[in-house]
């Protein structure tokens, strides 16, 4: 299933203020795609999911799912979750306390008025795919964390719905859990191929989930490309601070002839770079240690991170963050350090 | 150690001075009823079952068509009341609506009038409907008089009631109905059968509204019957009074045992992360 977001708008009115969500989102999700919407808190990415739920009215612009009008600012267009067939993974799981794990997946079903049978190979299915099925008499408050998330995955998919919408799903659980549900989750979308939008505000699940991320912020989408484009080629300041680990290094300089300066050495701006002020991103993986320099400096402090180190090197008045694999420097060793060619970005500022 | 020591000396006095403060007078009327004496206190305790063989044997008393009255009475309003105030705080927590607040001010403004203001008139209005004396007359202003009461804890209830709830069960194809129904009843259970058994409890209590509006055994209620008990010469029967009134704790005392597992807290644990 296709999903278009045709400038879409949202508007929160009080008596006091207008607060605009969402200015003009334009996205098309393609059939089967594993899309991610990311951005920090407050950007809108829930909103713009909940739209597309049907949740939320828009204020402006539309939503089509294929070649059918789902949603736009008039309210006869509107069409309700169930006709919309979505199915959604909340953040706190939203799990029916009151029945069991079998009552709370056959829930989509039993209120679509599905056979018995239907119910019972179905929940059995989805139960197997998220291996639960030891667990479908238990109610959600026996199960771990992680089980409750699988629960509300399985009550997601079982009713096969065209379009499978995440709100940050992994967010409530611990830094292990989450890697693997991440890694089972790619998975599962893949053998499913269901069309996917994945909201997370954590640039890690962005990049390892997404087969196209759109990072958003203020209520506009930043950039919207493939992880690997996001990272390489940021279309702004914003968006190359917030894609990568350890993050971008950013220096305020002046290109000139095309040429910007860092410490006092001339480096080539990039071909596309503004002339003027601009801010300098260097990715700390596009910096190596070069005994040829030509940039030279301290160390000031070293993190671990396994089996590379960041080293943060400062240089004049800048202080420059290094991914090195070497790791046996101590505070205060002198280093030189070169950028790889032309790593450099450049923003306007 | 010591600080938890004190702490729960503490702990122990005050709840067993509550304890006692609370149910010295029911441990007075238990003991009172049983007594063929009749003043307990200065008479000195010969047992006896003669009250009870009174209470629950002589006709004239009408204990039986008294107490039948109560839970009639009293188990319609709270059934009523709870449906009223179930949909009430539904809409008042769930649905977009303008001057939830004010609607909410409003409802505990007007369960502040006392209700012997508002007595003479509601005799009036009975009279007029032609309705003294009948259960009616009883249940419609119990309703009016709980549903406040009702209609706050619930809404307090449902507001814990976190809205992913909603959310997923929408998603899931329910309409605004069913939302309520398959979800949000359910879930609030404990809250809503502590609100019943509450709002029962005040019916069942009630006294003043029950004294103006009914005049005989037909439907007067309990704690009216017994307060109007008489004496065959004229005095005023403690015995029989008392072995009433203990009879009459019997069934809130059933009701809150055999709800007691409903209204226990933390059903909803489970429903998001916890």
């Known amino acids: 299933m296709k999903i278009h977001i045709n400038g879409v708008q949202k508007t929160y009115s009080t008596l006091r203020k207008k607060t605009e969500v969402l200015k003009n989102i334009n996205i098309t999700v393609e059939d089967r795609e594993f899309f991610v919407l990311l951005g920090p808190s407050g950007c809108g990415k829930s909103t713009l999911l909940n739209i597309i739920a049907g949740l939320e009215p828009m204020t402006g612009g539309e939503l089509r799912f294929g070649d059918r009008l789902v949603a736009s600012v008039n309210k006869k267009d509107f069409v309700q979750p169930k006709e919309r067939n979505v199915a959604m993974v909340f953040q706190n799981y939203a799990l029916y306390p009151h029945l069991t794990v079998f009552e709370n997946i056959a829930f989509p079903l039993r209120i679509a008025r599905a056979g018995a049978e239907e119910i019972k190979s179905g929940v059995e299915k989805s139960a197997e795919i998220l291996k639960i099925s030891g667990h479908l008499q238990s109610k959600p408050a026996e199960l771990s964390g992680g089980e409750r998330q699988r629960v509300a995955i399985a009550r997601a998919i079982v009713r096969r719905p065209d379009v499978l919408l995440f709100d940050e799903p992994l967010s409530n659980l611990d830094a292990q859990l989450r890697t693997a549900t991440r890694v089972e989750l790619k998975k599962l979308q893949r053998e499913l191929g269901i069309t996917t939008v994945y909201v997370t505000h954590d640039q890690v699940e962005a990049m390892t989930l997404g087969d196209r991320v759109a990072v958003l912020k203020d209520g506009l989408v930043q950039q919207l490309d493939t992880a690997i484009g996001l990272y390489e080629r940021p279309a702004n300041r914003f968006v190359a601070q917030f894609i990568g680990f350890p993050q971008i290094n950013l220096f305020e300089t002046e290109v000139k002839n095309g040429a910007f300066s860092l410490c006092g050495t001339d480096f080539p701006a990039p071909a596309q770079a503004p002339s003027g002020p601009v801010w300098a991103g260097i990715r700390p993986s596009d910096l190596e240690l070069n005994d040829a320099g030509p940039l030279s400096g301290r160390v000031d402090t070293i993190e671990l991170l396994g089996r590379d180190a960041v080293l943060y090197v400062s240089c004049g008045q800048l202080e420059f963050a290094i991914l090195s694999e070497r790791k046996d420097f101590r505070e205060g060793d002198a280093v030189k350090f070169s950028l790889k060619q032309g790593k450099a970005h450049c923003f306007p500022r | ?274």
């Open chain 2, 1 to 274: 150690m010591k600080e938890e020591t004190l702490s729960s000396a503490l702990t122990f006095v005050s709840a067993g001075f509550m304890a006692v403060f609370s149910l010295a007078p029911f441990l007075y009327m238990f003991a009172t009823s049983f007594n063929a004496s009749p003043d307990y206190l200065t008479g000195g305790f010969n047992f006896t079952l003669a009250n009870y063989k009174d209470v629950l044997g002589v006709k004239s008393l009408h204990f039986l068509d008294y107490l039948r009255n109560s839970l009639i009475v009293s188990f319609v309003s709270s059934v009523v009341t709870v449906l009223l105030a179930s949909l009430a705080a539904y809409a008042i927590t769930r649905l977009e609506m303008k001057g939830k607040a004010a609607i909410l001010l409003f409802v505990l403004a007007v369960s502040m009038f006392p209700q012997v203001s508002l007595i003479g008139y509601l005799f009036r209005v009975m009279t007029e409907l032609d309705l003294i004396n009948t259960y009616t007359a009883l249940v419609l202003p119990y309703i009016a008089w709980i549903l406040p009461l009702a209609l706050w804890i619930l809404v307090s209830y449902f507001t814990q009631i976190p809205k992913e709830l909603d959310r997923a069960a929408v998603i899931d194809g329910c309409s605004k109905w069913q939302v309520l129904f398959k979800v949000l009843l359910p879930v609030s259970l404990p809250g809503i059968f502590s609100t019943a058994l509450l709002s029962f409890i005040f019916a069942f209590n009630e006294f003043i509204f029950a004294l103006m509006l009914t005049t005989d055994y037909q439907s007067r209620t309990i704690p009216v019957g017994i307060a109007l008990f008489q004496g065959l010469h004229g005095e005023t029967p403690w015995g029989q009074i008392m072995a009433a009134s203990t009879l009459t704790t019997l069934p809130i005392l059933l009701f809150t045992l055999l709800f007691q597992r409903h209204i226990v807290q933390g059903l909803t644990r489970g429903a998001v992360k916890g």
